[in-house]
């Protein structure tokens, strides 16, 4: 019990600190843990909301290092199924990575195409230059980053008739029902890729794709919405205001991708299910949040 008083402290000033800019607080590191006491701060932090979905394999979190990797390899990321083992993090990973946030990020971006979200891997590495920066503090070590293709099960080539098992459309539901807690948890990051890559532009695209903007698409603006409901400003990126050229790092990534705040007032539920019928959504009003 005196463990997690002074934990809870020390993680009250230390998000104080971040909150001002990426971690100039001098509160005392959460270091030289067991993997029991990591568990404890873990589930202190709300870290048990996710953990059937982690333990059941619906949902899967990508090492942020892999793609980091993935994407200075000029790789482009392929769908669940078919990812290595080492892309992901494991329950124990993500535990024995807790410090002084949960360490867990959400992807929310537009899909480019109907079958593949990214086919070029344009988004790929924009990401993984945002991961960068954030894992360039040492109060980041791993991250685990859900990235719904990457995440949940797909289905591995619609086109040509090859879709997700049984066993996989179960888990499939079962991780969007967790959704609304990986995005709206106050101790989660949220990245959002609110514009789309340089050089894609509507009119090139395929009849029948997706082509609105982020906040147009109904699943965009639902997380977005989650996104801002309880956390902390400098828990959600808008990593459509990075700038070119420019190497970032932690705090100068926090300064640039929060500007102009972003965040509106939540709406009755009435009134955000009415706005969401205007919404475009890639494969139909079928897949509602």
């Not at 920066?133 to 791993?142: M, N, V």
């Not at 009134?271 to 009003?285: I, M, Q, V, Y």
Request: charged share 20%; proline share 5%; with cysteine.
């Amino acid at each position: 019990r005196r463990y997690l008083i002074r934990c809870s402290k020390s993680i009250r000033l230390t998000q104080a600190g971040e909150a001002m800019g990426c971690g100039t607080s001098k509160a005392r590191p959460v270091i030289g843990l067991t993997y029991k006491q990591k568990l404890k701060l873990w589930r202190k932090l709300g870290g048990g909301d996710l953990e059937r979905v982690l333990a059941s394999g619906a949902v899967a979190l990508l090492d942020a290092q892999w793609i980091i990797r993935h994407a200075e390899a000029g790789g482009v990321l392929s769908h669940r199924q078919a990812l290595p083992k080492e892309a992901f993090l494991s329950l124990a990973d993500l535990v024995e990575a807790t410090k002084y946030f949960l360490p867990v990020a959400a992807l929310s971006y537009p899909w480019l195409t109907k079958d593949h979200p990214d086919p070029l891997g344009a988004n790929l590495s924009r990401v993984a230059r945002a991961l960068k920066a954030l894992l360039s503090r040492a109060t980041i070590p791993r991250l685990g980053v859900f990235w719904d293709f990457g995440s949940l099960h797909q289905h591995p080539d619609p086109a040509n008739g090859v879709m997700r098992t049984e066993e996989q459309n179960v888990l499939f539901k079962q991780g969007l029902g967790c959704l609304g807690t990986l995005y709206s948890h106050p101790y989660t990051r949220v990245l959002r890729l609110t514009s789309f890559p340089d050089g894609h532009k509507a009119e090139d695209q395929a009849e029948g794709t997706n082509v609105a903007k982020y906040l147009d698409r109904g699943w965009c603006a639902t997380e977005n919405a989650w996104a801002g409901l309880t956390k902390a400003g400098h828990l959600s990126l808008d990593l459509g205001k990075m700038h070119a050229g420019v190497e970032y790092g932690c705090y100068s990534l926090m300064r640039d991708c929060t500007q102009a705040g972003g965040r509106c007032p939540p709406l009755l539920p009435s009134a955000f299910a009415a706005e969401l019928e205007t919404k475009s959504f890639t494969n139909g009003k079928d897949d509602k949040p």
